[in-house]
């Protein structure tokens, strides 16, 4: 299945255009200096269903997210646990990197998402997660 059959909340389009405008410096960073030009494309605040995804790539169904604050909270890791389920379900993947790992360890985070791509390219779970669950 590819992204086009994906279900897509249409109405949230003109959020996720603003999101994409106004990514923190972090997302900014990650897709400039190094997404951006990955041989395998990413989409930036990419919708799928209800949620919108920080980086998405269709051919290894993989999403990255770069958590801020936010996610820190009880509520805030109930939501990241039922989004990262829904997202299961599709048989997309999750990697999730907190903002001070993007600032301390760029190239950790990298890494990381190359050896995940790779991974998945060649048909193997990643060996960073346990089926869709999260990096931190």
């Known amino acids: 299945m590819d992204y086009k059959h994906l279900p897509r909340n249409r109405k949230l389009k003109s959020f996720s255009q603003a999101l ?9 960073h990650l897709w400039y ?7 395998v494309q990413f989409k930036r605040q990419f919708i799928i269903g209800n949620y919108i995804a920080d980086f998405y790539c269709d051919r290894v169904k993989l ?17 990241d646990t039922k989004r990262t389920t829904y ?4 048989g997309i993947w999750v990697l999730r990197f907190f903002n001070s790992e993007v600032n301390r360890d760029f190239e950790m985070v990298c890494r990381t998402i190359d ?8 048909g193997k779970q990643p060996s960073v997660m346990v089926a869709c669950s999260t990096v931190f």
């Not at 994409?20 to 900014?28: C, D, G, L, S």
């Not at 997202?87 to 599709?90: S, V």
């Not at 050896?115 to 060649?122: D, K, S």
């Open 33 to 39: 200096d190094y997404l951006r030009t990955y041989p």
């Open 115 to 122: 050896g995940t791509v790779l991974e998945l390219l060649e």
């Open 20 to 28: 994409r405008k106004n990514a923190t410096p972090e997302e900014n």
């Open 87 to 90: 997202l299961a379900e599709h």
């Open 63 to 79: 999403v990255i997210e770069i958590d801020g604050e936010q996610h820190y909270s009880e509520a805030g890791e109930a939501y």
